[in-house]
């Protein structure tokens, strides 16, 4: 795959022998267009990989925090079309985020996987992570994603027999998505003790950059991920710092300095 | 045989298994385990002698002599899975479960549930091996089936509340789902229909096939032949497909499943994914689902907690496709009706669950001859439903 964004920001990181925070926001949560402003302040801040996730109604792979988030953006009438559109507009404005989204099978299969393939390249998308197709049902969709250009990031858990990580890791395309612990999403104060180690032991199996996600949520953690990874993905921490914000009726700019001040702290001890 | 699979937990194209890594490899571990179990005599004589013990089993084969006259057409026949121990077929399922879970080494069962059948089902076979249970529910089935909350807690399992989504039995699975993901170690999810991902909808199958088997042979004993039509009520279709499985080679025998008419057939005011919905992805399997465009899934309703689904078992979405089995589905009004001519022509409350399959009934029989049979599977008793059924009844005045 040529000039895809995320693979060659993991080329560029690796050559600077650097590592990277993937922050995660759910895409059109308060709204779309503070989306789209977050999106290009953190990349101001350094940050090179983005993942936004797709709202859903029955997201299983997620904890409290974003399945709230997800409600609410649904509720305030978020629709993939919008989506797509938003991307579309933060490429048309000179944003160069790898930008990958996070979309549940369910949604993939309604649209359709290839159109949707299509469609989320042509808005300006670089990858896709769907945690509902496994290897084993992912076989038929790569290649779909391959063929628009699309990185398909693939998910090992802590459960993951050995062979069938290292099975996953060789389709993964872009990076392999570590989840740090067996179980949803949401902040943790600490990481399991084993997840570095076996981070640092699947790499010795691929050449694949390695990222590790669920559980992150402050500079400490994603220091010590990243002793192994290529990258710490943090999501729930800033659905938080969102939430705080829109609680407190703050305008959309001081959403965006918040969620950015929030990531100039973690990603500030990889720099 | 048209009930086969395919070894990646196939119907035809539906099925399969849609679920986040993390629960990978307990569903490769359960699919082992239940292989092996299924053909291990020793597991089979242990599960007979529970469904025998516990739950009553063989259910009763019974004639409504009074019903019949009354529609004035076919004989209409009974498989009374409501005279079954807990009130439903739900414990012929939970029972093999929690045989396979003291097989794995396990200790720790959950369980969504939407009635409560299912919860309490769950619950009592907890209680009979002595597993820790956990029942996953909406608190809008919380209000609306008090009764089953409460026995499920005297029978020592813990009701946790869903306040997310529509808080129903689809937000319960959810729940129940995430519950597995960070327990399965030491935990197995008893899903209660013949739903979720591979090899749920085969297994739980299996275990409910104990009536369709003893039907097939009631029928041939009482009535010298096997019925002319099967009517089930389908939620999310494992008292159909235990009925329906074990005669779906008997080509002579239609089939109905009845889903979920509710208020109308306006997307949001029933749950009849077979009749009116499309293919798609809920809860690890592809099958037929009620969701808007954007694959986001639909807002249900039905009078029944237990039908109150957007989703279907992938085999049934088979039979669907193959026109194996015709789906129909009844109102929430015409339910209500059937329930209450049952209770008054032969003495039984049904489900109101169960009142679905009653009614499609009582449409057909009118319509065949009278040497012709109609089967209902009678899949559970309305006790459950008594508040529900009086508040409706005040309402209609």
Known sequence: MKDNRIINAFAELKSAGKKTLLPFFTAGYPDVETTGGILHDIEKRGVKICELGIPFSDPIADG???????????????????????????????????????????????????????????AGVDGLIVPDLPMGEAEAFAPLAEASGLCNVMLIAPTTPEDRKVEIAKQSTGFVYYISVSGITGERTKLPPETVAAVAELKTHTDTPVCVGFGISNPETVVEVCKAADGAIVGSAFIHRINDAVAANAPREEIVANVGQLVSELIAPLA | MSNEISDKGYFGIFGGQFVPETLMSALQQLDREFTAAWNDPEFHAEFERCLREIAGRPSELYFCKRLTEECGGAKIYLKREDMNHT???????????????????????????????????????????????????????????????????????????????????????????????????????????????????????????????????????????????????????????????????????????????????????????????????????LSYVLQDGDGQTAEVHSVSAGLDYPGVGPEHAMWKETNRVRYTSCSDEEAMDALIKLSRTEGIIPALESSHAVSEALKIAPTLPKDQIVLINLSGRGDKDCNEIQEILARRK
């Open chain 1, 64 to 122: 409290p925090t974003i399945q709230a988030s997800y409600s609410a953006a649904l509720d305030a009438g978020v629709t993939l079309q919008k989506l797509f559109d938003m991307v579309r507009s933060y490429r048309a404005e000179g944003g160069q985020l790898g930008l990958l989204m996070m979309v549940s099978y369910s949604i993939v299969f309604r649209y359709g996987a290839e159109k949707f393939c299509i469609a989320a390249a042509d």
């Open chain 2, 87 to 285: 009130g439903a077929h739900k414990i012929n399922n939970t029972l093999g479960q929690a045989l396979l879970t003291k097989r794995m080494g396990k200790t720790r069962v959950i369980a969504e549930t939407g009635a409560g059948q299912h919860g309490v089902a769950t619950a009592t076979a907890a209680a009979v091996f002595g597993l820790e249970c956990e029942v996953f529910m909406g608190t809008e089935d919380i209000r609306r089936q008090a009764l089953n909350v409460f026995r499920m807690k005297l029978l020592g399992a813990k009701v946790v509340p869903v306040e997310s989504g529509q808080r129903t039995l689809k937000d319960a699975t959810n729940e129940a789902m995430r519950n597995w993901m960070s327990t399965s170690e030491n935990t197995h999810y008893i899903l209660g229909s013949v739903c979720g991902p591979h090899p749920f909808p085969l297994m739980v199958r299996e275990f409910q096939t104990c009536i369709g088997i003893e039907a097939r042979q009631q029928m041939l004993d009482v009535a010298g032949k096997l019925p002319n039509v099967v009517v089930a009520c389908v939620g999310g279709g494992s008292n159909a497909a235990g009925i329906f499985a074990p005669m779906i080679d008997d080509k002579d025998v239609q089939m109905v499943g009845v889903e979920a008419g509710g208020r109308s057939m306006n997307l949001g005011d029933h749950a009849a994914p077979l009749t009116v919905g499309s293919h798609g992805v809920l809860h690890g399997s």
